[in-house]
């Protein structure tokens, strides 16, 4: 949505001066973090949005760079925009990853991993006074901490936006195996975030879906059923949650589904429900 004309990209090294610490540690004088981050965060909140390319989507080059791990680290803390941005063909390949079984994991797993202490910069020297910089300040646990929560939350909230595509793309797509799978996916990890609405939402959107092309008694209708009630526990609403466990039971006796390892978790789910209700 934006206008081309009036859109400036800010290049870093074009705003801050990384040789600056360089050179002070040549004359014998340490920056201390607090001048390093004002300055830092000045130019950070000056252009007020930070774009980050991650590519490839399962290892990021940014990810490994200092330099871009602590500007990242600065825009969070300065509550600054930040767009998380991939190449058409990475954000294909991201999106088929997310499909499969392992895919969410193996991101969650890649994001969950960013290690500052580790990351590179082109001379040894820079980084090493970088890293002393943030030893001095925040820690590595703080930053690694704040950049991971706020990948984590992009990558739920990308998967989460990917599936809406899905689900507008109309019935067929929508009721598709792997876009079902995606939504008990992002449905678990909106759920572990404790996003119980959102959640709910897109399950009971996969259930329409469902209804509307004459899938309402397959046993993965039963499965988001038994979802959807897990979210509805959560949530506090134990009638809520009961009706949606029978209806998941009712189908499971039809479709001849009951003795699964589904039904055995349904079982366990309305098992669970009957005890906090009394």
């Not at 991993?113 to 300040?137: H, T």
């Amino acid at each position: 949505d934006l206008t081309p004309e009036r859109t400036y990209v800010w290049i870093c090294c074009f705003c801050i001066n990384q040789h600056k610490v360089r050179a002070a540690s040549s004359v014998g004088r340490t920056i201390p973090f607090e001048e390093f981050q004002k300055e830092f965060g000045f130019r950070v909140r000056k252009v007020n949005h930070l774009v980050a390319l991650m590519s490839p989507w399962d290892k990021p080059n940014y990810l490994k760079r200092v330099w871009c791990d602590f500007e990242l680290y600065t825009a969070i803390t300065e509550e600054v925009a930040v767009s998380i941005i991939m190449p058409p063909a990475q954000t294909t390949s991201y999106h088929h990853a997310i499909c499969e079984e392992s895919g969410i994991d193996m991101m969650w797993k890649h994001f969950g991993n960013v290690r500052i202490q580790e990351a590179e910069a082109s001379v040894k020297q820079d980084r090493n006074r970088i890293l002393n910089i943030i030893r001095a300040g925040p820690g590595f646990d703080k930053l690694n901490s704040v950049v991971v929560k706020h990948l984590q939350h992009w990558m739920v909230s990308s998967s989460e936006a990917y599936l809406q595509e899905c689900f507008a793309s109309g019935d067929a797509r929508a009721t598709a195996p792997s876009t079902l799978k995606l939504c008990r996916r992002v449905n678990n990890l909106l759920r572990n975030m404790g996003h119980f609405k959102s959640a709910a939402a897109i399950v009971e959107q996969a259930l329409e879906a469902c209804h509307r092309v004459g899938m309402g008694e397959q046993a993965t209708v039963a499965e988001l059923l038994r979802q959807l009630g897990i979210l509805r526990r959560k949530q506090k609403d134990l009638e809520a949650a009961e009706r949606a466990f029978m209806e998941a039971w009712r189908i499971h006796e039809v479709t001849d589904t009951l003795e699964t390892p589904d039904g055995a978790l349904l079982m366990l789910e309305l098992g669970i429900t009957s005890l906090e209700r009394n």
